[in-house]
């Protein structure tokens, strides 16, 4: 037996004492600044009041890959070496990882929605078109990302949350929400490479003399990379007992189900 107090065991005390002594990431300093501005954001784009400390974490559990968590966890907690932060590789410094080439100061929001001087429309085209073949047509704005703000991976990290709560309430709204579930995964791995091939094209650029990154020649590579099956989705879809219905999500949702 276990050793108890007070007719609890030791380690669910455990529990209650971390709980209710040890702050979440959410309530620290290091994370204070992103957490409002997050909340903000998900407010004003999806009507929603969220968390912050309920979905931070869900960072290391999204379908995308791995390098774009840790860029996207050192973010959060203001530690990505861009911008002000950046000093140059060891031999020499980099103005581009300081500064842009349309003059901003560099930042992970600007580099993934791009500026005067990378027009990302032909590789934002590529992406919305990667995520239509997934999911039907719809106006519901998690299904959009190029309506996502200036830090537009703000809504992977509660893409769940969000669609539960700001789906408005209508005759079939549990059959869409099912789709919503059935394909999410997917979308986190699309939207989530689109991001990790754009910057580690401006990291290649800040750190390669001879790179530069033109978008409209990278288009096609971010196709190919788009279209790369899921290692995780794949692993569920050839499981013995999955259905052609549970492979395919499209089949089981019609235009007319979204309203």
């Known amino acids: 037996m276990a050793p108890v107090l007070c007719h609890q065991p030791l380690d ?14 959410a309530g620290t300093n290091k994370f204070g600044r992103f957490s409002d501005r997050w909340t903000v954001m998900i407010g004003t ?6 968390d912050p400390g309920k979905h931070i974490g869900n960072i290391w559990h999204l379908t995308v890959p791995e390098g774009l968590k840790e860029v996207l966890w050192k973010e959060m907690n203001n530690t990505l070496v861009l911008g002000a932060k950046y000093f140059g590789t060891k031999y020499e410094k980099s103005d581009m990882g300081r500064a842009c080439l349309c003059g901003q100061v560099m930042s992970l929001g600007h580099i993934l929605i791009g500026c005067s001087k ?8 590529t992406l919305l078109d990667a995520l239509k073949a997934v999911s039907p047509a719809s106006a ?7 309506e996502w703000g200036s830090s537009p991976w703000y809504p992977l990290l509660a893409l769940h ?5 700001a789906l408005p309430i209508f005759k079939g709204r549990k059959k869409v929400l099912k789709a919503l579930k059935e394909t999410r995964q997917k979308r986190e791995w699309i939207v989530g490479n689109y991001y990790w091939m754009i910057w580690k094209w401006h990291m290649k650029e800040i750190h390669d003399d001879v790179f530069r990154f033109l978008p409209y020649s990278c288009a096609t590579i971010m196709k190919t990379v788009l279209q790369q099956p899921c290692p995780i989705l794949d692993k569920k879809a050839t499981a013995p007992g999955t259905s052609q219905v549970e492979r395919d999500p499209r089949a089981r949702l019609t235009d007319h189900a979204y309203g």
């Open 12 to 25: 669910y005390l455990t529990k209650l004492v971390v709980r209710n002594r040890v702050p979440a990431p």
């Open 45 to 50: 784009l999806f009507g929603v009041v969220l």
């Open 118 to 125: 990378y027009d990302l429309q032909p590789l934002l085209t």
């Open 140 to 146: 519901f704005r998690t299904l959009h990302p190029d």
């Open 161 to 165: 949350a969000i669609e539960e709560l």
